[in-house]
């Protein structure tokens, strides 16, 4: 059997400007990069508070590699969970106010073995529209009965809480969502959870060190304690600069997740550096509000630019600041109008988006300099 059938469906992707290529980069992540050869102004990066290429989490990395070696060896329940792990789970325990965390290897996989461990056909799992692929997936995988309810609408999910007897009920968002910026309505959302009964699990990827005052993310940024936020899902690989994941949450809900989380179960562990790197980034991260704080002023002075040149934002507070450009031919052009002055921002189309609303999805760091910004302000003039 031939792959054509494959071949055509390709094609028509890059005909339907829908085409993804990868782009190899040859420098650390920061500001200003070096891709494919050239050297580009970055937009599209993660690492919201500039700490991947930090040089005492980079020290701590090193350091750490020289005790401990490269590869985790095996799975934290048989031989891997070394004493990095063990220590970045008592400080994330701390950081997020829960009883204990629980480290995975990525976002992906946490968010997996989470839902999987909690639910099965008896149950039912709640999902916002716009939720990240992960969290999707894992409610579809879980075999519960998967509804989603109307985006960050407290009252749509309580229509669709009070129609289902399932045994347990899982409502499961994004903190802030990663293609628009916004941030969840965790207060609604907890108190409909609570009237129902049911369980809230948020995914804070983007969240954690850009929000809050000590960088807590939104169950900070709401003050929510483990009551009225059950399942607090972070990862590692944005604003701490690092990579991997982790769930926090009560003693009861780790020992499941140890227990019958298959992801966490059947995985060779993190490596012990990325975890002893992580505990300097978490120190950073409470220690360096004005990170935060920087990052906030450059957030307002790039959508004041935009206002300026009547271009349409989403309604993001965070460092992820989509540009609305509808058709994915059209951003795709953008882009590359861009990237030929030397800025690189990544056109994002569908599926990761609905049809129609393809955007830049420009992000933003602490690492950025107000001149920056105003060069990708000045860019953006000249090919809108």
Not at 198 to 214: E, I, P, R, S
């Amino acid at each position: 059997m031939s792959f054509d059938s494959l071949a055509d469906e390709l094609s028509a992707r890059k005909l339907q400007s829908l085409y993804r290529q990868r782009r190899t980069l040859e420098s650390p992540q920061q500001p200003l990069v070096k891709v494919d050869g050239k050297e580009y102004l970055a937009f599209c990066s993660n690492d919201y508070l500039g700490l991947a290429n930090h040089p005492e989490v980079v020290s701590s990395f090193q350091n750490a590699a020289s005790q401990y070696g490269v590869g985790g060896g095996a799975s934290h329940l048989v031989n891997g969970h070394s004493e990095a792990h063990h220590e970045l789970e008592l400080a994330l325990a701390e950081f997020t106010g829960r009883p204990r965390a629980l480290l995975f290897s990525t976002g992906y996989m946490a968010n997996l073995g989470a839902v999987n461990a909690l639910l099965d056909k008896r149950d039912a799992v709640f999902q916002d529209r716009l939720n990240h692929a992960s969290l999707l997936d894992s409610g579809l995988l879980s075999g519960a009965r998967f509804q989603r309810y109307l985006h960050n609408d407290a009252d749509s999910l309580e229509k669709k809480l009070k129609r289902t007897e399932a045994r347990r009920k899982l409502v499961v968002t994004d903190g802030v969502f990663s293609m628009d910026g916004d941030v969840a309505d965790l207060p609604s959302l907890s108190k409909v959870c609570q009237r129902e009964n049911a369980w809230l699990m948020v995914d804070d990827a983007h969240g954690f060190g850009c929000l809050g005052h000590q960088g807590g993310g939104c169950a900070e940024y709401y003050g929510m304690d483990s009551d009225q936020l059950q399942v607090l899902v972070g990862t590692l690989g944005k604003g701490f600069g690092t990579a991997g994941a982790f769930v926090a949450g009560s003693e009861e809900l780790i020992e499941t997740l140890i227990q019958h989380a298959r992801t966490y179960i059947y995985t060779t562990s993190m490596p012990p550096a990325v975890a002893a790197a992580t505990l300097t980034s978490l120190k950073i991260i409470r220690t360096e509000s004005w990170r935060r704080e920087k990052l906030a002023s450059l957030i307002q002075q790039f959508r004041q630019g935009c206002e300026q040149l009547g271009l349409e934002l989403m309604d993001s507070p965070t460092p992820i600041q989509p540009i609305m450009i509808g058709e994915s031919d059209r951003a795709v052009a953008m882009s590359q109008a861009l990237e030929a002055q030397g800025i690189f921002i990544s056109a994002i189309r569908p599926p990761t988006v609905p049809q129609g609303s393809a955007r830049l999805r420009v992000t933003l760091s602490a690492a950025h300099t107000e001149a920056q910004i105003d060069r990708l302000l000045s860019a953006l003039d000249s090919v809108i």
